[in-house]
């Protein structure tokens, strides 16, 4: 699903800023040894790179991390690009300072399986970083919208947007992290000029609504719904006065794994 689309682009000029934020507030260090989970062309891992780390990008999808590297080469940051399952990574235990993931480690079907393997590959004291949509921000609501035309997940799969509920993360880390810490924040969006823009670009480029109108491409009735309803969220979260912005919420999390 991931390598449909444009996901690179997506990253790069929707959200550009959001994985150097995660770097930030996870106090990623020049010479940290930094694993970022799910990375998918490395939004977080080319930002922790830059900072001077030792970093790792883990994703599933070869397409995504050819991407990554060719970008990392143009901003010249030197770092390590690895396939990797987040429900089961390839790398030793307590390998690494800091385990991030930014909108990554969300998409995973077992919640539990993969923040049991972040934390597993995190040494103790070590940074455990989240940035995830939350369920009530935009991209929480678009999944809303595209589910009724989406394929049923696989058995067992659960909602990417709990990992944007505080309570949610708080479970399924447990007693294995302190010195938790979750901020609501929302990052900006000004790329598109009217909402049936947003609607086209995430048609053609983000892999989750390409597989939905992939599914429904037979049906032109399906096809004509969810193009409105896609539109239509886009215009109820306009905040701008001139040209679409819209806020997208997403859930910072920092915890430190005992």
């Known amino acids: 699903m991931w ?28 010479g940290d040894r930094v694993l970022d989970v799910a990375a998918g062309a490395g939004n977080a891992a080319i ?23 060719l970008d990392a080469a143009r901003r010249g940051a030197e770092l390590a690009w690895r396939e990797a399952d987040a429900e089961a990574l390839p790398f030793g235990d307590g390998e690494f300072d800091a385990v991030l993931s930014c909108v990554g480690v969300m998409f995973a079907p077992d919640h539990r399986a993969s923040a049991g393997e972040m934390l597993r590959v995190c040494r103790p004291g070590g940074t455990i970083g989240l940035v995830n949509w939350t369920p009530e921000g935009f991209i929480g609501e678009m999944f809303a919208v595209m589910k009724p ?34 901020e609501r ?7 598109f ?52 912005v819209m806020e997208w919420e997403y859930l910072l999390a920092t915890a430190r794994r005992r």
């Open 149 to 182: 035309y989406a394929p049923p997940p696989p058995e067992g799969a659960q909602p990417p947007p709990l990992w944007g509920r505080p309570e949610h993360v708080q479970e399924l880390f447990g007693d294995r992290v302190g010195d938790i810490a979750f």
């Open 47 to 69: 930002a922790a790179a830059l900072a001077g780390a030792d970093v790792v990008a883990g994703d599933l999808t070869p397409e995504l991390l050819r991407a990554g590297e």
């Open 185 to 191: 924040r929302v990052v900006r969006v000004e790329r």
């Open 193 to 244: 000029g009217k909402p049936e823009e947003f609607r086209d670009y995430f048609k053609a480029r983000y892999g989750p609504t390409v597989a939905v109108y992939r599914r429904i491409a037979n049906d032109p009735e399906k096809v004509a719904e969810l193009d409105l309803a896609l539109a239509e969220l886009a215009r109820r979260h306009d905040v701008g006065t001139s040209g679409l």
């Open 3 to 30: 390598a449909l689309g444009d996901y690179p682009a997506v990253a790069s000029e929707v959200i550009p800023d959001l994985g150097a934020v995660l770097v930030r507030a996870a106090g990623v260090q020049a």
